[in-house]
């Protein structure tokens, strides 16, 4: 494994914001996502364990919406509702209006690891996320503008294992992109990069967001990220147990949906960001020092 290091100098710089050919106006493609008491239970040898309860929330087209909470306490089972990717939870999940369908081809999602197909090229990883029924023409084109986009062209014949993490993951965003989804669902996209590389994603992501106009929902650990990239802060959080008194209730909550002030890019150092990422961190049950 090379040193971290020496994978972000392999890195090339993040793409400057630049209009993408082809990505014009009418391209960009939004799409709200409302959910309406979603809940999910899990049976276990235990027996019938609630993950989800009852949250109720509406993300708007265009929208990047960060979802944070402790390990374990549902973030990926909430995106997976959303995508289509597990269909037996309670409520209801719509897509622009109308109700999720199986692997819902409005939605696309990005995973911590990039899960390329090592035989295949960088470019033909991305051919992968093409919708089926797409002229080949307009497929490659449009494979052609998303590697600019995510700053890879010049890589496009190398295959996975020859390209940086950033590189593949940068891969796995085009091939998500390649769709044109409403709404592009990230599961911890950058949890398994290097501190630099992340700081690029983001960057990176931003750009994408700009030029694709895309809903985001954006699963992290990393408050400092979501405060970064996100209009608005999902903190799934469980109720506290009553001490001595039975369980309340079971199962992660929709603890509180925060707004994060200003335009992007933030200024990291900003007095209003600092307050709200103590009292973030605060709901994540994580001590903050910062002030
Ligand atoms: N298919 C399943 N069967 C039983 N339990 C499950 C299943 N899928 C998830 N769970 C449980 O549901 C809970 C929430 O899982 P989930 O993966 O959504 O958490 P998470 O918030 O994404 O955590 P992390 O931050 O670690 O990724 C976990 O306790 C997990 O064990
Ligand atoms: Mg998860």
Redesign the pocket.
Known sequence: MPAHTATAALEPPAPAPRPVTGTTPAERHSLDVALQGVG?S???AEGP?T?LRDVTLTVSPGEVLAVI??????????L?AVGGLDTAFDGRVLIGGSPVLPYDERTAVGFQEPRLLPWRTIRRNVELGLPRGLDRAEGRERVHHLLELVGLAPFADHRPREVSGGMAQRTSLARALARRPGVLLL??PFGALDALTRLRMQDLLLDVHAATGTTVLL?T?DVEEALQLADRVLL?SRPRPVPGGPDPAPGATVGRIVDVPGPRPRDRADAGLARLRSDLLEGLGVESHSH
Not at 69 to 78: E, I, R, V, W
């Open positions: 999910r899990f049976t276990t364990r993950v909470g402790a390990s374990g306490c549902g973030k990926s089972t909430l997976r599961d911890e699963v650990h799934l």
